[in-house]
């Protein structure tokens, strides 16, 4: 469980503030410790390779433009057989 700490004359003691209200330090258990690294990984741009993030954006954006395309070439099929065109 995460405690608020102070730092007095060289060591780490315990206060009865909360979390939220903490001043000072807050330490961590090596378990929570380790789900905050885990947490923080998955946004950190570091830990993605360029190449990697250039792909993962080339995909999205690719994956739009190609729906864009695919249903312009439907609504155009279905157009052409609208009676409106056999004039």
Known sequence: MATCVQLEYGEL??????IQD?????ML???E????LLGSSIF?????PIEQAQA???????LVIICHL????YGTVINW???ENDK
């Open 22 to 26: 903490c001043t000072g330090f807050v």
């Open 70 to 73: 695919v249903s312009w070439g």
């Open 56 to 62: 993962l954006f080339l995909s999205g954006f690719s």
């Open 33 to 36: 410790y380790q789900q905050f």
């Open 81 to 83: 057989f609208k009676p």
């Open 29 to 31: 258990e090596p378990t």
């Open 13 to 18: 003691k315990p206060t009865a503030q909360s």
């Open 44 to 48: 950190d741009p570091n830990l993605i």
